[in-house]
């Protein structure tokens, strides 16, 4: 069979292939029948070039047209959304609804929505203009996006329609989009909507590229070369962290999102006062699409009680009454079992699972572990190990400054949450515990699990290294999602006709945001 | 004579040095007699526990007192502006009047206060508040801030004064600033003044503290510690490169201002116009401060005319007629004459200057080379060598064509200035070179000269890699460089006594710009 081709300079085409892979079906182990390519350099460098003209043709183009393009995009994901969703499915095991067609489709197809009205906006960009002496600066697309989907969520986050690639266009850049191996057919669709959209809105044909695979030292190279702007990565640690030494090293920003295992602090006062709710909650968290996101509650400080030992008898029942889904592949069961028994090693119990579940599809056991505060705190680097999928370890602490120490030891995450109980009893360990843990995540939460990432302004899916790797920036929630790709460019007793249109006198649209001789204002200069 | 105390933890104590220095009067050579530590990492690691210490107490602090600080600095500065401009001119060789008196000490006292006023505002935080789910984020302070400082400005860039050190601190962070070794006696005074103003203030004692000097391994293990936050840097590009080489390994920001040759575009219609007027701002730019400015423009781009030549002679004639001043340091006239000769051995010609100036002083002929374009697009890496001192190399260009051809052969620059004729007459060249220049620089002027970067809101000071290290960021003004040494943390369902002040229901001082439900506003929610 021959290979499929790859999405380059607006056509698809052979590509110069160095393998070939197949996607499986996670739920009975069958392949799908196409030969996808792993891409070689000259697959790369004939995208590099091709973006470097798409960028300078974008950069000359009316921003209503990149936002006719995100809303025709989110269109035709609308108008396709069952055969994106069965295609998913079969590529993932996950549940068409309520997981697809319910959740993931149209909060991919609202991102590009929230994309496409800030484009149309301008106000991301942070207009300043400083009239007196004629200095404007204004944030400018930086020039063409690398985007790298994880596995684990094939339209939110994919290289070719997520919440990067929505920001990343929505900024001005053009994006070339690597496909997750786990679900080339699923992309291979989005980048043919994308590429309609471009076609509908008249955008530069190379606008968006797809390359779906490629091997580790051509993606080393690609995130380093001189004419991409910056590369956005969602997945592992490791490969992650690669990707940020090649970035670095050559001077191009890289924005990552890597695991986390998102500690969760349930106070004494929370566990007398509602146990069995908290329990329910954290297992419906923990379980949910087999626990394969990166907010998953996977580390729960818990303190040593009667009450305490309810709450975990609970959780035990729950994660032992919900049948484990297939997980996304062979390769995610085999770390999580790798993980589970990395913790066990170091000193974790289980309480419940801890091994594989015989097939069809790659299962493995909805898994909770145990250790005390002081355990832990004897090897605290591998009692953090994350466990992608629904496993999650339980810390006993003994009082309030063994939990501290517990906090103090964790590296950075996502999220953070803290239930106290409602009448006070628990706000002086609050106030002694949620400083430790607000320093060690971007998202701090009250009373709530961290699954479920709202697409809002004021969302910050971020936080400190090793969790991302600029703790200054979120990857979902517009404006400020943009301005990650993006570079600051200054305008200095430039001639009014040639200065940019959001810098001029006259605001371009009456509702743009600028910062006017220190004011924020949606009027014109002088007015 | 013993070794000056370093200021670590609020006192000045003596330091663990692994060696000593003293700094030379570069108008005569000769040494001052202070001896001055190298401090070792016992100094590092004691400095950083400490501010680690101060960051928490800040943490708890109202602003104000920080505004406090800044406002109280500023006026120590000034009341002991005599005493630090003698003692810079010391150290610096630069004159007392007007350089230190009259500019570079009212720059540093007006970005202190510009910063207290930010600080106060609260609106560089970009606080973003989503009632209808209770989600709110806002920027806050990173944690311990290394500054380092360079040797061109003992005040406006010192670690323990300057502009980064300004942001640092209204962004809620404690500074351990690292002198640099050619003005030890100046930055004494600063910490003095600023230690002095933590007291006024209240402010925890190790807000600010100072080493003189560090060998480079403890240099690169401070800025890598997990103890800091943010690193700010400016300087040369080879030690720049290697403190961010340290800190990206670690997932530490950091900040890096770096050399710059600040392309000069002079199109044939101005010069045509008012090429004697040209000539006489280039060598006035060029000549100023001895040349040691990072924004001093030292590459010049000219389209080969005879009024062209007429220019050249204009300048030389003005070149000629300077005095040479002494250089910063005998490393500077060096590293000087190094570059013209690298600049000379691949092809650039001497139009003047070209050699060492007999003592007293370390000095330098004022120097022009030329290339042709051609020539230049032969060796273009070694042809925009920083040749940092009163030196420019001038590429006279056949045609468009050409010139794009250099412009597009720059590396990342700090500005990027074109001049055209006032009558349209340049206006197709302008719209053909304008693009490629714009994408290599941060800041684009139009018929001026890039020496003098005013502090404001609108300001880059900043650019693409190697003239920093990201493009999105600058150095100078407010509030945009506050937002280098935040985190971006967001609140979930936190109740609302919980959450900071400036995220609360009611605008905490009832003028602080916030993102609310979409739009900023200074009113409270639900106002």
């Not at 607006?10 to 196409?34: I, K, L, M, Q």
């Not at 968290?285 to 087999?290: D, I, R, T």
């Not at 810390?395 to 949450?417: C, I, K, M, P």
Request: hydrophobic share 45%.
């Amino acid at each position: 069979m021959p290979l499929q081709p790859v999405l380059i300079g607006g056509e698809w085409r052979h590509a110069h292939a160095t393998g070939s892979f197949r996607s499986v079906n996670p739920a009975d182990g069958t392949p799908f029948p196409e030969e996808f390519p792993v891409s070689g350099w000259p697959d790369c460098d004939a995208a590099l070039s091709a973006a470097v003209a798409a960028a300078a043709g974008l950069a000359a183009m009316p921003r209503e047209r990149i936002a006719q393009f995100l809303t025709r995009f989110a269109e035709r994901l609308e108008t396709n959304a069952a055969e994106l969703a069965e295609t998913a499915h079969g590529e993932t095991g996950l549940p068409k609804a309520p997981r697809f067609t319910e959740v993931e489709l149209p909060r991919t197809v609202n991102q590009l929505r929230q994309a496409a009205a800030a484009a149309l906006d301008g106000s991301w960009s942070l207009p300043t203009i400083d009239s007196k002496i004629n200095l404007r600066s204004c944030l400018a697309a930086i020039g063409p996006v690398v985007v790298i989907g994880p596995n684990n969520f094939p339209f939110a986050y994919s290289g070719a329609a997520g919440g990067d690639f929505a920001a990343a266009i929505a900024s001005g850049n053009p994006v070339i989009a690597k496909g997750h191996p786990l679900h080339p057919r699923t992309i291979r669709l989005l980048a043919r909507e994308a590429q309609g959209a471009v076609g509908d809105a008249g955008l530069p044909a190379s606008t968006v590229q797809l390359l779906y695979h490629m091997e580790p030292d051509s993606g080393i190279r690609l995130v380093s070369d001189p004419r991409i702007g910056a590369t956005a990565f969602t997945g592992s640690r490791g490969a992650g962290l690669a990707i940020k030494a090649a970035a670095d090293a050559a001077g191009k920003p890289v924005y990552l999102e890597l695991s986390s295992v998102n500690p969760v602090v349930v106070l004494p006062g929370a566990v007398a006062e509602r146990g069995p709710k908290i329990a329910e909650e954290f297992a419906g968290s923990c379980l949910l699409g087999g626990g394969q996101f990166c907010t998953n509650p996977g580390f729960v400080v818990l303190f040593a009680r009667a009450a305490t030992e309810d709450l975990i008898e609970q959780a035990r029942k729950r994660f032992e009454a919900v049948t484990p889904p297939p997980l996304l592949s062979s390769g995610v069961a085999r770390s999580l079992a790798e993980s589970v028994q990395a913790l066990r090693a170091a000193g974790a119990q289980l309480v419940t699972g801890g091994s594989p579940v015989p097939p069809p599809g790659f299962r493995y056991a909805n898994t909770l572990l145990r250790v005390t505060g002081e355990r832990f705190l004897a090897a605290p680097e591998t009692l953090q190990t994350e466990a992608f999928g629904s496993a999650a370890l339980l810390v006993t602490v003994r009082d309030a400054r063994e939990a501290a120490a517990v906090l103090g030891a964790l590296h950075g995450n996502l999220t953070g949450s803290i239930y106290s109980d409602s009448r006070g009893g628990d706000d002086a360990l609050y106030g002694q515990l949620a400083p430790l843990l607000r320093e060690r995540v971007g998202r701090l939460l009250n009373d709530k699990m961290p699954t479920g990432v709202a697409v809002s302004p004021a969302m910050n899916h971020g936080g400190p290294y090793p969790a991302t790797g600029h703790p200054g920036f979120t990857a979902v929630g517009m404006p400020a999602s943009l301005r990650r790709f993006a570079k600051l460019q200054c305008y200095d007793n430039v001639r009014a006709e040639r200065l940019p249109v959001p810098l001029r006198d006259k605001n371009p649209n009456g509702r743009m945001w600028r910062l006017v001789d220190g004011q924020w204002t949606q009027r014109d200069v002088g007015a």
